[in-house]
């Protein structure tokens, strides 16, 4: 069987009422509300279309400059006096890894390295 989008699978299940070919199927498992998988096929193949037309975009972290250089009289919004922060942004998914941290977590500990001379 050739791979399929997961929407196209779906597609496939709800026009045959029944899995019988899907990747997914189990012979114990019956198909019990077909509402249920037109749902989740509609929003499913929205998010593909607009990752298709690369118009999706996922909340992401990344270290950025702060707009008030570092200055002891004054706070960035981070509320710390330092020259770099972590600022949420959304970006499309293949950009994760390129300057771009999936948690908060993630993009904190390169500011501390950054800021720990690692990276400067």
């Known amino acids: 069987m050739t791979e399929r989008k997961l929407s196209e ?3 496939y299940c709800l026009g045959k009422k029944h899995c019988g070919e899907c990747r997914h199927y189990e012979e114990d498992t019956a198909l019990t509300c077909p ?3 037109q749902k989740a096929y509609e929003v499913i193949k929205g998010y593909e279309d ?3 037309q ?3 975009l996922v909340m992401a972290y990344e270290v950025k400059k702060c707009r008030i250089a570092k200055c002891p009289e004054r706070e960035c919004a981070c509320q ?3 020259e770099y922060s972590v600022q949420e942004v959304w970006i499309r998914p ?3 890894g390129d300057g771009f941290y999936r948690t908060e977590e993630e993009a904190e500990q390169a500011l501390a390295e950054m800021e720990e001379g690692a990276y400067v």
């Open 50 to 52: 607009l990752e298709e």
């Open 9 to 11: 699978e779906l597609k």
């Open 35 to 37: 509402e249920l998988l």
């Open 94 to 96: 293949e950009l994760f």
């Open 80 to 82: 710390k006096a330092r």
């Open 54 to 56: 690369g118009r999706l």
